[in-house]
């Protein structure tokens, strides 16, 4: 199963508090929570980040395909994303990756890039400036120190990217990235998770 973090992937147990999604969860064994209520064992129970798997179709199937270096951003309830090395999900230490492998948690502004860069941060952003466009500066520590070639946004909020990527794609073009939105963020996950 694809699943937002933080997240233990290998017991199965959601790490979500203080986030504005998910709370109750928060240190719930989501795996014994789905086997008892599918009647399945709990070792037939994967998990994976739900941005790694988007990463992992876009990389094996879409438009990243045989890219060197990509970055990925999902957004939804929250800010995702997944670092891409020759099409496998970068390993720990991967220079320009955050230690986490996450950015939703990368301090910015008053907070951090999740409560920017996410379906609330978004609609408190447009309430209160009645629709000035993000600026992408909250990604470009990363497109500068990671260097990816691509950045690829997905996720349900990307349908209305017209209303805030322009700087996004703006802050990429300078900096010679390839940028595009997933035309099905959904397929690509379900695919990247064939590649695992």
């Known amino acids: 199963m694809a699943f937002p973090g933080p997240f233990d992937y290998e017991n199965g147990i959601s790490l979500m508090q203080g986030l504005g999604k998910y709370d109750k969860l928060y240190q719930a064994s989501v795996r014994r929570g789905l086997?008892?209520?599918?009647?399945?064992?709990?070792?037939?129970?994967?998990?994976?980040?739900?941005?790694?798997?988007?990463?992992?179709?876009?990389?094996?199937?879409?438009?990243?395909?045989?890219?060197?270096?990509?970055?990925?951003?999902?957004?939804?309830?929250?800010?995702?994303?997944?670092?891409?090395?020759?099409?496998?999900?970068?390993?720990?230490?991967?220079?320009?990756?955050?230690?986490?492998?996450?950015?939703?948690?990368?301090?910015?502004?008053?907070?951090?890039?999740?409560?920017?860069l996410s379906r609330r941060g978004l609609m408190a952003l447009t309430r209160e400036c009645l629709g000035t466009a993000l600026d992408g500066k909250a990604l470009s520590p990363f497109l500068d120190t990671f260097c990816p070639e691509v950045l690829c946004f997905g996720g349900q909020i990307t349908g209305s990217g017209t209303m805030f990527l322009p700087p996004v794609e703006k802050a990429c073009r300078e900096r010679g990235i390839r940028f595009y939105v997933a035309k099905d963020t959904s397929l690509r996950t379900l695919q990247g998770l064939t590649r695992l």
């Open 35 to 116: 086997s008892d209520l599918l009647g399945i064992g709990k070792e037939r129970i994967l998990f994976v980040n739900d941005a790694a798997a988007f990463a992992l179709g876009e990389m094996g199937f879409g438009e990243a395909y045989g890219a060197e270096r990509a970055l990925f951003i999902c957004i939804g309830t929250g800010c995702g994303s997944a670092f891409g090395v020759n099409g496998k999900i970068a390993s720990a230490g991967t220079p320009g990756v955050p230690r986490s492998g996450y950015v939703y948690d990368a301090p910015f502004l008053e907070s951090c890039i999740d409560d920017y």
